[in-house]
């Protein structure tokens, strides 16, 4: 059974920042990469951040590039989204899962329940 639960999420002014977390079974974070993804209203998910199962490279979109930082903690098996320089356009509910590193897609079908961000003044 999947297991990732985010949590983290809540409301900001812009220039704010907030940090992200995922939680994920040991099967999951021992065998995949790990990555952020993004929905906002009315839009397709996307790709944020992802992070290779060594932790040794890192990938980011382009949007949140030098805002944003992915990051995993192996012991706790779980992974973290600095976000800082909130904008009004972050504003979205996030979801981590299991990535390809390559493709930058996601493992799992089923998503967890994701964690709201809102970036507003």
């Known amino acids: 059974q999947v297991q990732l639960a985010e949590s983290g999420g809540g409301s900001v002014q812009p220039g704010g920042s907030l940090r992200l977390s995922c939680a994920a079974s040991?099967?999951?974070?021992?065998?995949?990469?790990m990555g952020w993804f993004r929905q906002a209203p009315g839009k397709e998910r996307e790709s944020v951040a992802g992070?290779?199962?060594?932790?040794?490279?890192?990938y980011y979109a382009d949007s949140v590039k030098g805002r944003f930082t992915i990051s995993r903690d192996v012991t706790k098996k779980t992974m973290y989204l600095q976000m800082n320089s909130l904008k009004p356009e972050d504003t979205a509910v996030y979801y981590c899962?299991?990535?390809?590193?390559?493709?930058?897609?996601?493992?799992?079908?089923?998503w967890g329940q994701g964690t709201q961000v809102t970036v507003s003044s």
């Open positions: 899962n299991a990535v390809r590193f390559g493709s930058r897609t996601p493992v799992y079908n089923n």
């Open positions: 992070i290779s199962l060594s932790g040794g490279n890192t």
């Open positions: 040991e099967r999951t974070f021992s065998t995949y990469g």
